[in-house]
């Protein structure tokens, strides 16, 4: 069997899983299940695509490390088993984002090793299908954050495999981003450096166990898929900065710029999961649960009921956490658990509710309508793991010097890819007009 190029691979995956997708749709023309014969068709195609999945990892290995031999990347130094080469050392060291930014404030372009990350990062645009602006700079997240092994202490002679030359203060955007969102904070599966287009396939049933006789004779039943997509899709946000911050080289200057960036797309992020979780818990669905026309106070009870609804979808084999607001917060805080009790409150000291850990964030909506009733508030109970984060390639900075010159400022656009969905809705509950009034 002849080799396959990375792009045959990439271009027959895609092919596998627009099959496989297509197979996975049959019955819902009739509303019914797939029959055997189909779910077998499905699944085949599903195992081809993950077959594809496999051989693309090694294909991009090989070639990264082939690139890297060829250009001085990683894994092109003078010993099989240094992972970081002078040029390695170079480029990790000598990058600095801010003076990339200035030559284009300045017109300039860029040059040395500023020029050899732009490339980088432009490759992994057109091999992800990303279309950039074309005047900005690009940066994959993972050269801010290098590290040599002896950085992640996986040898026991300091400085012996060069990691001591990679500044370890630097943090890329997506990283700052990530750790600025509750989505981290409640154990959303984040997935970094993605390339392409990704079909996930989710279990949707589990199979029935039988109690037979030594001879009876047992029936097939069968464990259903389904599958979601996720595809890069661009987000982005506008930073005011100076020329004069701009025109300063040192590391904590460059950590300024970028934690500014990552903390404003961490809201955009944070909002757009809120807004996706609010979507998702519905009558429908039947994981929503509503405490009045116009809304209503909350109580014990209704928090337990959320675990009770992720239990029943027999959902509940993950670490559950809850998730509102602080109006919600202090209110729970001021509510027994049971009236005429000795005041224990709902929610607890050290942020247990229900026995779940509960995190507060005022991304979290409290002015909700419904009915009569404003200014509600959502809360959420949710398996975290089965919300998916993914985050692809790098960070793009365009810069303009037009719109805020009347106050000597500069405007920094940052685009960033991402992508969110909840794997299994089910896996979430919530309630969305709480009243809070204290």
Sequence with gaps: MAKKTLKELLDERALKAEAADTASKVGDAESRNLTPDEFKTFNDLLGEVRALDEQIV?????????????????????????????????????????????????????????????QMAEARAREDGIKLNGNGVVVLDEVLQKRGQT??????????????????????????????????????????????DLVFPVQETTPVIQELTEIEEGDDTEVLFSSFEMKPQRRFTNVPISRQLLIQSSI???????????????????????????????????????????????????????????????????????????????????????????GVPVWGGDDVLNGYRAISSNIVPSNITKGTGTNLSALFLGIWSDFMVGLWGGTEYIIDHITLKKKAQLEITANAFWNMKAARAKSFAGIKDIVTTL
Aim: glycine fraction near 14%; charge should be negative; charged fraction near 20%.
């Design 58 to 118: 090694q294909a991009r290995a090989i070639e990264a490390f082939q690139a890297g031999r060829a250009q001085g990347f990683p894994g092109g130094g003078e010993s099989g088993n240094r992972d970081t080469s002078a040029g390695d050392q170079r480029d990790m060291s000598g990058y600095n984002l801010n003076k990339a930014l200035l030559a284009k404030v300045d017109g300039r372009a860029l040059d040395g090793v500023e020029a050899e990350v732009q």
């Design 151 to 196: 950085v992640t202490l996986q040898t026991a002679n300091p400085g012996d495999q060069g990691g001591l030359l990679v500044p370890k203060q630097m943090q890329g955007v997506l990283g700052i981003m990530q750790a600025n969102t509750f989505l981290d904070k409640v154990g959303a599966r984040f997935m970094t450096g993605l390339s392409g």
């Design 252 to 342: 904590d200057m460059q950590n300024f710029v970028i934690t500014a960036i990552g903390v404003a797309l961490s809201q955009k992020m944070n909002a757009e999961a809120v807004a996706h979780l609010l979507t998702i818990i519905t009558s429908g669905n039947g994981n929503l649960i509503s405490l009045g026309t116009n809304g209503d106070a909350i109580d014990y009870n209704d928090v337990v009921a959320l675990e009770a609804l992720i239990e029943g979808f027999d959902h509940l084999r993950g670490e559950a956490k809850y998730l509102t607001n602080s109006k919600v917060k202090a209110k729970l805080k001021t509510t027994q658990i049971f009236t005429g009790t000795n």
